[in-house]
């Protein structure tokens, strides 16, 4: 990378049906870069350079992130104004993908269940996702690769393991000892490339080209399929099935050739305490290599804001990038639809009933899976800039983003709701780029700047006494590292705030309803299929009973929360 090239990781976090925000924002990210690119060999517009290396993603971050590796490799058209949103079509994959064809709708139907010996994996229907997947991953590829996209560029998917991966370590003090343990915090790589080079081990080599590959080729469905794993909410979505081949003798498997951050205090570098150092697997086999099959939910339970996974494709593992805003050349940009989430509650009390520790102890397991300050906090430092943070921001609104209701399930009630946030989105980049995307004037990067440029792309400050020059507190005028121009430079449309109304909530009470008689008939027949007939019958007839209590009960926390965020009357 030469001195006037700054290099980007973007990190989708977890969002479920926020994913439409996300897709907003990669959407203009794109046009924004193509308007600067284009412009570049037509006029007086900035010179530096930009690479996009690596999309790392978790839960709808990951769809998100596979989906955008496509509209990179594509030709799509954007979705600026509602006209381009009702006349879409399907063309826009990312708008079709997260605002026009993932709905309670399609989620409370039965494809799933048709058959009467099928089997419930999931509360929702997961066959809509499939549909997904198949459109928004087979696109047209572009005939000549972006210019601002790495020669290299790594796609990162985030998943949890079920099954696990063992390792294991031999102890001191005990012959023939170990200490065992099992990875779940999984995730899968893809590297896009059209260059010819040897295949590595830790992750799979993708030619842009396979985008157009086919539903029945193996590099496409592997992809496919890892996008909806990061993307299976527990319990809630189908969870899917991943496998490695794993080989034994060489090259090393996915798992042993991987590189961790290994503490070697005894390192001559004084300011380098970790090393990057590969750990086998522990695997015992029979054989010199084997299929490992894996069953896998959401990666967001485990790793729900990859942060290192992007940083160390910047810097290398046991590497940082410089924070300095002079010497800052690398920077990861987490897109974060729900970064205040919280849920304490001051007045919260112990819970009561085992079933209710049961479902704390899972909540509490989660949230420690996601606890890590050290990554997250420097995103929100204004004196980090080789880490950023872009999330629903809708003037002083309490509640920027629609489909944050139901604990982020809310967007998948409404077309509006996700049509709103994948605008909302948009809007939000086009300022994140205008006015916090930046680096002081006096790094290296905008050495070929001239005076006029600077004047004119200066973004952050306050303007001299002749109001010519916009300057910082400290008299450092600020550059932008993504300059707006041409259409990228006009302002984002912004859609009115969505509403649901009672007949929608009637609409889909009544869906609820059709879905709930299909999944307790299949429930009882799974989990009664050894009892006598009597007693399956008496368990259906119970559930009949109780279903109007639990549609009602739903209903009424659907309407409580949709009320609660200005979402109904």
Request: hydrophobic share 40%.
């Amino acid at each position: 990378m030469d001195d006037q090239t700054f290099e980007i990781g973007l990190v989708g976090a977890g969002a479920i049906s926020a994913g439409a925000y996300t897709a907003g924002v990669v959407d203009f990210m794109v046009v924004a870069l193509d308007a600067w690119y284009a412009a570049k060999a037509a006029g007086n517009v900035p010179p530096h350079d930009v690479r996009l290396s690596v999309f790392s993603g978790a839960s709808a971050g990951g769809i998100s992130a596979a989906l955008g590796a496509a509209y990179l490799g594509s030709d799509q058209p954007s979705i600026a104004t509602e006209q381009d949103a009702e006349n879409n079509q399907g063309k826009n994959r990312l708008f079709d993908s997260w605002v026009d064809r993932i709905d309670i709708s399609s989620l409370l139907e039965s494809r799933d269940l048709a058959d009467k010996n099928s089997k419930v994996i999931s509360i929702l229907d997961s066959s809509i996702l499939r549909d997904i997947a198949d459109s928004g991953l087979d696109v047209v590829p572009r005939q000549q690769k972006r210019a601002y996209v790495a020669d290299n560029f790594e796609l990162i998917l985030t998943v949890t393991n079920l099954r696990g991966v063992p390792y294991a370590f031999g102890l001191q003090g005990s012959a023939g000892a170990s200490y065992d343990m099992s990875l779940h915090a999984d995730y899968i790589q893809f590297r896009f490339s059209d260059r010819p080079q040897e295949a590595l081990p830790d992750r799979y080599l993708m030619p842009w080209q396979v985008f157009a590959a086919g539903k029945d080729d193996e590099r496409t469905e592997r992809l496919k399929l890892a996008a909806l794993a990061s993307a299976a909410f527990p319990v809630g979505l189908a969870p899917r099935t991943l496998q490695h081949v794993i080989q034994l003798d060489t090259p090393p498997d996915v798992y042993s050739a991987r590189l961790w951050d290994v503490p070697t205090p005894e390192t001559e570098h004084p300011h380098q305490c970790f090393t990057e150092q590969p750990i086998p697997a522990n695997w015992k086999p029979e054989t010199k290599g084997f299929h490992f099959p894996f069953q896998c939910v959401d990666g967001g339970v485990m790793n729900n804001e990859p942060l290192e996974l992007a940083r160390n494709v910047l810097c290398g593992n046991g590497g940082r990038n410089k924070r300095d805003g002079k010497e800052a050349r690398k920077a990861v940009l987490l897109i974060d639809p729900f970064p205040s989430n919280s849920s304490f509650d001051p007045a919260e009390q112990p819970a009561p009933d085992l079933l209710k520790t049961t479902f704390k102890l899972f909540a509490a397991l989660k949230n420690q899976a996601r606890f890590k300050p050290d990554e997250l906090m420097l995103a929100l430092h204004e004196d980090v800039f080789s880490r950023f943070l872009i999330a629903p921001r809708r003037g002083d609104s309490v509640f920027p983003i629609a489909c944050g209701s139901l604990g982020g399930f809310g967007g998948f009630l409404k077309r509006d709701f996700r049509k709103h946030d994948y605008f909302l989105g948009r809007r939000n980049m086009q300022q994140f780029l205008r006015r916090h995307f930046v680096l002081p004037e006096k790094n290296t990067l905008f050495v070929n700047w001239t005076e006029e440029q600077r004047q004119t792309y200066c973004v952050k400050g306050v303007k001299d006494q002749q109001g010519e020059i916009q300057t910082s507190a400290d008299g450092q005028r600020y550059l932008p590292i993504i300059p707006l121009v041409a259409v990228a430079d006009t302002d984002c449309y912004e859609a009115p705030w969505p509403a649901y109304s009672q007949s929608d909530l009637a609409q889909l009470t009544d869906s609820l309803e059709n879905r709930l008689d299909v999944l307790l008939d299949h429930l009882v027949d799974q989990y009664f299929d050894t009892n006598h007939a009597l007693i399956r019958y008496g368990a259906k007839l119970f559930f009949k009973l109780k279903k109007p209590e639990i549609i009602d009960y739903a209903s009424k926390v659907i309407s409580k929360d949709l009320k609660k965020m200005k979402l109904m009357a």
